[in-house]
């Protein structure tokens, strides 16, 4: 079989090189030529880990292509899957240019019957307009070419995208012709070893499912937030609550963590778009408004911690940060938690000197000379008044806290992703703060230090 994939961006490349992975012919295209070169010499415009090889060893069996000319590229294909960019509008509604762009260019030029793909987070109703784009620009030449749309949402997580394409929990694909259903059945046959489903429905449910996925994910993580603060203020302890509910099946033990409030590309954006579409139909989408508002506040809750523990004097103080990125094994700084914190610590005139195991490139372009970026974690530590963990990279799970403690000026540590236990870290001679434990514990720690 063969396929073309437009966009080279993360979701275009993972699943242009995993279908390329598993034999299918595959062209991945792009309008920024600079992209397609380095490409073509196995230079990866993102980080995600396997990629690079697994890009590298594809192209040289000659099964994975990059090419610029999509009306060349398009030719012979069974299926065209469209994963360009659909930005957040400024009102939050996903802006459709690109897709529709790319639609209106596979009609230009197509000779033969093949499925368009909507692979790209677009609004339920995006596959009839990318349908009756390319409709148009048939009828524009005087075609009557046969082609169907299909909508194929990514359920990949970043840092763990290749293992979720070759072993997929489920595959969703919304068709409108048995044709399609064909096509789409062939070419994920071969992810399917695992016995998880592939899933077919109408092409609004599969449209929508993707955007309740999300939510839905996006709602555990808000709710276990607003669980989190309660719990300090009532004494509990978070840690103890999530391990108490996530043993129910019916709740899961999965995306229950409280943090520094959930980031990415993924969620904010897709939360958003949701409440749009809903308010643009008449319908207010509730509990996605909170799960918003408390994801919003959530980011502060470090910050405001720091905030107290100094008395609201920060100005002249070192902040030493371990990770920038939105989560760990990604180089992903969009809409990151680290981005809030660091700023509010700079407003007050805090020092932040910061470093990341793979965001540091990334870092360098968002946050430029306002911060220090230290050369390793433990040189970052070098005359620390506290410690920020802001993204549970493995590396910083099991440090040598000895080290860091003679690294440090002051022994505090905030953690913002609850990875320390706060009484070996009181044993260990550090004030800790994490999210949702209870207050005595913290009190404790100062008791002990002092
Ligand atoms: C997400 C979805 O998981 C994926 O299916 C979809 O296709 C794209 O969006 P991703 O953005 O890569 O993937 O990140 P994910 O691992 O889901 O984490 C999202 C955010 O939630 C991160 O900021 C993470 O730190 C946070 N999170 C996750 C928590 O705060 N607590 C948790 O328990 C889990």
Redesign the pocket.
């Known amino acids: 079989m063969r396929i073309a994939v437009i966009g080279t961006g993360y979701v275009g490349l993972v699943t242009g090189t995993c279908f390329a992975e598993v034999g299918i012919d595959v062209t991945c295209i792009d309008i920024d030529a600079k992209k397609i070169e380095n490409l073509k010499q196995g230079i990866l415009p993102i980080y995600e880990p396997g990629l690079e090889e697994m890009v590298q060893r594809n192209t040289l069996k000659e099964r994975l292509s990059f090419s610029t000319d999509l009306p060349a590229s398009i030719q012979g294909c069974d299926a065209a899957f469209i994963a360009v960019g659909t930005p957040p509008g400024e009102d939050g509604s996903a802006d459709l240019k690109y897709v529709l762009a790319v639609a209106r260019a596979i009609g230009q030029n197509m000779t033969n019957y093949m499925v368009v793909v909507t692979k790209s987070?677009v609004p339920v109703g995006t596959a009839n307009k990318v349908r009756a784009a390319i409709e148009e620009e048939l009828a524009a030449r005087g075609e009557n070419i046969a082609f169907d749309v299909a909508s194929n949402?990514?359920?990949?997580?970043?840092?763990?995208?290749i293992n979720?394409f070759l072993k997929p929990d489920r595959i969703v694909v919304g068709v409108a012709s048995e044709k399609a259903e064909e096509v789409m059945k062939k070419l994920y046959k071969p992810f399917l070893m695992n016995g998880h489903p592939l899933i077919f429905m109408d092409i609004p449910s599969a449209e929508m499912t993707?955007y309740a996925?999300?939510a839905m994910?996006?709602t555990?993580?808000s709710f276990?937030?607003d669980i989190a603060n309660l719990c300090e203020i009532m004494g509990a302890d978070v840690n103890m609550v999530r391990k108490g509910i996530g043993s129910d099946a019916r709740i899961g033990n999965?995306?229950?963590?409280?943090?520094?409030?959930?980031?990415?590309?993924?969620?904010p954006k897709?939360v958003k778009a949701l409440i749009r579409t809903a308010g643009e139909n008449g319908y207010e989408m509730r509990v996605l408004k909170s799960v918003e508002e408390v994801n919003e506040n959530q980011k502060s809750v470090l910050f405001n911690k720091i905030n107290t523990h100094y008395n609201g004097e920060l100005a002249g103080k070192t902040f030493a940060v371990w990770g920038l990125s939105?989560?760990p094994k990604?180089d992903?700084m969009r809409e990151?938690?680290s981005l809030v914190i660091i700023q509010k610590l700079l407003e007050q005139g805090a020092k932040v000197k910061a470093y990341d195991p793979v965001a540091m490139e990334e870092a360098r372009h968002t946050l430029g000379d306002s911060i220090e970026y230290g050369k390793d974690e433990y040189e970052t530590l070098i005359d620390a008044d506290a410690l920020l963990l802001v993204?549970?990279w493995p590396e910083f799970r099991s440090p040598n806290f000895t080290v860091v403690k003679k690294l440090m000026k002051e022994k505090v540590v905030f953690d913002g992703?609850n990875i320390y236990d706060a009484t070996e870290m009181c044993e260990k001679g550090f004030t800790y703060y994490g999210i949702g434990i209870k207050r005595f514990v913290q009190h404790q720690l100062d008791t002990i230090i002092i």
């Not at 999965?254 to 969620?267: D, L, R, T, V």
């Open positions: 987070t949402p990514e359920f990949l997580k970043e840092g763990a995208a979720d993707k996925a999300n994910l996006a555990k993580i276990m937030n999965k995306f229950i963590y409280p943090g520094i409030g959930y980031g990415g590309s993924c969620f897709d939105f989560k990604t992903d990151a938690p993204t549970e992703r």
